[in-house]
């Protein structure tokens, strides 16, 4: 693990045990974040991208999930670790933020009794020093008359302020890594960029990596430095967001990237959709994930699975034909015209 990772995962599998037997939602996923970096996890819905959050958060019933693989933050395996160390950790060190602020924020207490014991848990502080590091980091947030929202309860404040409370309480133990699924989702656009805009700020004030959860391409494009797009449990493309929306390699990609609506898409234009179902985990196929839906699957795709590999520096993609596609050569297929 090199010193500027925050966290390399490393061929993680993750299994459930469910009535219909064992799935593997998680199949092999490598990636890592470095500090002062915003690594964007993108996929539809099903795609594996919580439960990739919720294994490094140890969220999981390991009654009924099991892991394969290492998770290396600060020299130690998350996936080895007992309940009580990796109580210390989250919260402190790895914090995350959901849609959903409910899930982190009480309705009984007010915002700055949560947060004063957010740090007295982690911490040793005494009161007062916890009250003014509250205001600081709720200042920092950019909310408006912040002593007076720590006095308030949760169902006072907009959601755009609730969002940024819960932001506040995640980054009030500095920690060196957040996990950001889906935060921003439920919010107005304008409230959406400020948020984003804060999340950024953030990363850069404390040096710290960033996993960001997201469906939309757009988001992507406007906050991460690199991406990993996700197919039914696995890393299909990793790419630094550059290259990625220069070249997208990965025909997923391309359908996810042409998905996405442009400042010049005729607003009365259906908009571009990906054909076909992703396959239930129950039943993966053999070949490559993406071949009954692929637009320039061959015998190949359908019989063999693609790795992981290297295209350029920085860029990888698991794709047999992502040559042949990037230089115009891709096997000539009815469905290809549908994606030029
Ligand atoms: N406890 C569980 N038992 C069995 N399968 C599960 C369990 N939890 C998740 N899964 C399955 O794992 C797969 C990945 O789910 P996950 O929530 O990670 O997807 P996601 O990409 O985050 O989707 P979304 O964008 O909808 O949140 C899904 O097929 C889901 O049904």
Known sequence: MSASHVIDVQNLRTHFHTEKGRVTAVDDVSFHVERNEVLGVVGESGCGKSVTSEAIMQLLNTDITDFEGEIMFDGENLLTLDEDRLARIRGKDISMIFQDTTSSLNPLYTVGDQIIEALQTHGRRNRKAAAEAALKVVSATGIPSPEKRLREYPHE?????????MIAMALVCEPKLLIA???????????QAQILDLIVQM???????????THDMGVVAEICDR???MYLGQVIEDSTVESLFEAPLHPYTKGLMQAMP??????QADLYTIKGKVPSLSDVPKGCRFAARCP?????????APSLEVATEGHKVRCWHWKAIAEGNAPAHEKAAEMT
């Open 181 to 191: 699924d889906e935060p921003t989702t439920a919010l107005d656009v304008t409230t």
């Open 227 to 229: 991406v990993a797009v």
């Open 262 to 267: 442009t400042i010049e898409s005729d607003p």
């Open 296 to 304: 320039y699957a061959t015998d190949k795709c359908v019989s063999e």
């Open 203 to 213: 990363k850069s004030d404390l040096d710290m990596g960033v996993i960001f959860i």
């Open 157 to 165: 404040l907009s959601g755009g302020m609730r969002q940024r409370i």
